[in-house]
């Protein structure tokens, strides 16, 4: 492999100096001497994008991973110049564009270097292919470090790391493998407590080197396309995510069900089996709320079709299991069987809808069906049939969700594993090759099935998950990080890659839970499950060549374990739900790393095993088999022990006792947690009353608590809920205070509020600014808890 420094010496071309600059509204263009052209337009206060072209004249500006309703506008823009630059300012940020050689500095209103060009953009001609590899490299600051980049499988932390984006579909990846399923160009860096994003939207094969090659620069660059890329300022990193979630999308609320646990092999058929495996569930009161069919349902693999021998009568099965509370979820491949008696196939032959080659014939190449064909996903005519498609499987069988696989897209038995690089794309119209469209082929497919699922589904509310994905396609689907393997090491892999994909804007991610490749044991097992039912995704899968992975297969201590953290994930559906709500208003990652949570705290920039599930949850899950507790750092503040209510100090690392049945769950003190009762599947009962778990704080905290009808979309019209509960605690005083907002009347009435943590005696109570006594509440002395009205605005507690 060639390396950035050698191109250096290697045909690397640079703009020249500056002849001229013109601004209008919203962008400001340069044009050197040497006929480069970088236009920047300011989206937002704190951020702005860069193009550049390298002979005056832009390709059409087209992107699949910008929302088209991203917020737009900014408040301030002042463009001034001086000798040596040209000084674009916003209120968040300084620009500095240098009259020489337009290389780019970003600097805080006070002056301080956010980031600085260190080449800048350079380019060098493709010989191979033409047009050009667009490069871009930047200074690093001492102690600045890196994170984001989607599903990588390497350290949280990215710095060191020299990585490239190119959809691969790579069976048992280990370790550092540099290229997976999805492709999402976008980092943060952080230094000086000050952090920033680059989204380089560029879908040909990118790489990024962050300090590998030198070591204070962090470089990127593309093997074709535009230098395209938007800088996003913080200083928080929740300002970057956010502005970066903005501008590339947030998804709708899933169903609640989709938040509960999830049964998955390859595969479960016949029918029998399926029905068998969803009674032992029900039978052992084992949570749980969807089953997945694998390839084996279909006839010969043909995407759409029924195994008849396996699957008689398909729509009774898929309606029988939702009766007993299961949600059925069907696999669906890209690959379409070469046959002609498959209408699927025929009618896709007969309008063009099949990718072709760049001379002419079809693409083909060898899936599970055998020979196939590939539909063009990337033009708009084949998305619309696509997902007229699923009329029958969601709208008329009943199937709720549907998953897509192998659309990196994977081709079996050729070199590089997809389709070869001619390949012709319609790409909404900017036609071009397999270079172009490969790291956008998967979302472009679960775009058009999301749409599919939806209209068919409608008034209930989609779910899709998808292995291939690229930033923005968030906004359609849910993931997981593909065909792991059953080893400790991969437990770790799995922590990490879905902290990484929240830190990439997509968080409704999780991963084959057990391990997908080879045989875990029951300790791996459960511990993966520990770890499992924080991710905002929760399925266990598994290859079934390599034996069973139901939780009752690995004897009874698993079971009571493993049932035990289900029917946990199960009460903390409405915090869960809270901060997917979050995740869809604001961008908020449903994991927060604990870089995210306190980026102040140098300690927690390598910090890669905590992290924060919602915003009060302290989660570390053991890696290791044999141990009794781990070491884990536990951020600053105060944290209860969610096992025995210990108070501890954080900002320290600390031994944490965890015995085979528990993983380390702190809560942050003045948290206010919202809980189900346990539940098989989610509204299998009528809520009567829900639990509020009170954890006292000398000072103020907000907790928020959002709820709805958990699936439809009446929240849209207001009818939603939405509380936040204030605490403010005294050294003999508790003061709690309700604001609400929607139309949404939950179905029970009151909260059973547990206290945590209270350091007095309670003597008097006022509820509602009246003097109650504490029978008025139903005060139980050995829970610590009390009733109280759903609707309650103001409670004091008294010591
Ligand atoms: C791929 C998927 C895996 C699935 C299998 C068969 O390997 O990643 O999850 O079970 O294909 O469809």
Redesign the pocket.
């Known amino acids: 492999m060639i390396t950035n420094t050698e191109l250096e010496h290697k045909g690397n071309l640079y703009p020249t100096g500056l002849i001229s600059y013109e601004h209008d509204q919203d962008s400001i263009n340069f044009i050197t001497k040497n006929g480069v052209r970088l236009q920047l337009t300011i989206l937002r206060d704190n951020m702005i994008r860069f193009r550049y072209t390298t002979n005056g004249i832009f390709e059409d500006d087209f992107s699949y991973a910008v929302d088209e309703d991203h917020p737009h506008g900014f408040n301030q823009l002042k463009v001034e110049e001086d000798q040596t630059h040209i000084i674009i300012t916003t209120e968040k940020f300084i620009c500095k564009v240098a009259r020489d050689d337009i290389r780019v500095g970003m600097y805080t209103l006070e002056g301080k270097p956010i980031v600085e060009d260190e080449l800048g953009f350079h380019w060098e001609e493709s010989f191979e292919f033409g047009g050009n590899f667009v490069k871009m490299s930047k200074a690093s600051r001492d102690q600045e470090n890196f994170f984001g980049l989607g599903d990588k499988p390497t350290n949280f932390n990215l710095k060191g790391k020299r990585l490239s984006l190119w959809n691969t579909d790579q069976?048992a990846y280990g370790k550092d493998t540099v290229e997976l399923y999805k492709a999402v160009p976008f980092y943060m860096g952080l230094h000086n407590n000050l952090s920033y994003g680059i989204f380089f939207d560029n879908t040909f094969k990118t790489h990024f080197d962050f300090c590998h090659e030198r070591r204070n620069v962090t470089s990127f660059w593309a093997d074709g396309g535009e230098m395209n890329y938007y800088f996003i300022y913080g200083p928080q990193m929740s300002d970057v995510l956010t502005t970066y979630t903005d501008l590339t999308g947030k998804p709708e609320l899933p169903p609640m069900w989709a938040l509960g646990f999830h049964q998955c092999k390859?595969s479960y058929y016949p029918e029998s089996k399926v029905k068998e495996i969803a009674s032992k569930f029900r039978e052992l009161n084992f949570p749980c709320d969807a089953i997945y069919l694998?390839?084996d349902y279909m006839d010969g693999f043909r995407c759409f079709t029924w195994n008849k021998e396996y699957f008689p009568d398909p729509k009774r099965m898929v309606k029988e299991l939702e009766e007993d509370g299961f949600k059925t979820v069907a696999?669906i491949d890209p690959g379409i069987k070469i046959d002609l008696n498959y209408s699927v196939f025929k009618e896709a032959l007969e309008n063009d809808y099949f990718c072709r080659r760049a001379d002419g014939p079809y693409m083909r190449g060898k899936v599970?069906p055998g020979e196939c064909y590939f539909p063009d996903f990337t033009n708009p005519e084949v998305r619309e049939w696509w997902s007229g498609l699923y009329r029958e499987l969601i709208g008329d069988i009943g199937v709720k969700g549907i998953w897509n696989?192998?659309n990196e897209p994977a081709v079996m038995e050729v070199p590089g594993k997809t389709f070869p690089l001619d390949v012709r794309h319609e790409y909404d119209g900017n036609r071009c090759s397999h270079r172009k469209a490969h790291n956008i082929y998967g979302m472009q497919m679960a775009r058009s099935t999301y749409e599919g699922v939806k209209k068919f589904n409608f008034p209930k509310r989609p779910f899709i998950i998808t292995?291939a994905n690229y930033s923005g396609g968030q906004r359609y689907t849910s993931t997981w990080t593909?065909?792991n393997i059953a080893t400790w090491e991969h437990l770790w892999l799995a922590n990490v890659q879905i902290q990484r994909l929240c830190m990439s804007g997509m968080s409704f991610a999780g991963s084959?839970i057990g391990g997908?490749a080879e045989q875990p044991s029951g300790e791996l097992y459960t511990r993966w499950l520990q770890l499992g039912i924080f991710h905002p995704f929760c399925r266990v899968?598994s290859?079934g060549d390599h034996g069973e992975q139901e939780p009752w297969f690995f004897g009874e201590e698993v079971l009571e374990i493993t049932r035990k953290y289900v029917e946990l994930r199960y009460q903390l559906l409405p915090y869960l739900y809270t901060a997917f709500y979050k995740y869809v208003q604001e961008g908020m990652p449903i994991l927060k790393p604990l870089v995210y949570f306190d980026q102040e705290d140098v300690q927690t920039h390598y910090r890669s095993d905590e992290f924060i599930f919602g915003n009060k949850i302290l989660v570390c899950p053991v890696q290791e088999p044999n141990v009794q507790g781990r070491r884990m750092y536990i951020p600053r503040g105060k944290w209860y022990n969610f096992w025995n209510d210990k108070l501890i100090t954080g900002g320290r690392e600390m031994y944490i006792d965890a015995p085979l049945d528990i993983i380390p769950i702190f809560i942050k003190e003045g948290a206010l947690i919202p809980k189900y009762p346990v539940q098989q599947y989610v509204d299998e009962k009528k809520l009567e009353q829900i639990n509020l778990d009170l954890y006292y704080k000398l000072g103020k905290e907000t907790s928020d608590f959002y709820e709805d009808a958990h699936d439809g979309y009446e929240y849209r019209q207001n009818v939603y809920s939405l509380r936040t509960f204030k605490l403010t605690g005294k050294e003999d005083e508790v003061i709690l205070q309700q604001h609400k907002s929607g139309k949404y009347s939950a179905p029970y009435s009151t909260f059973k509020l547990k206290l945590h943590g209270i350091p007095f005696e309670i003597k008097r109570v006022f509820y509602e600014n009246e003097e109650v006594t504490l029978e008025d509440l139903q005060y139980n002395a050995e829970e610590n808890s009390m009733i109280i009205d759903k609707d309650f605005s103001e409670l004091h507690l008294v010591g």
């Open positions: 069976y390859w694998d390839i696999i599970w696989d192998m292995r593909g065909d084959d997908f899968h290859s």
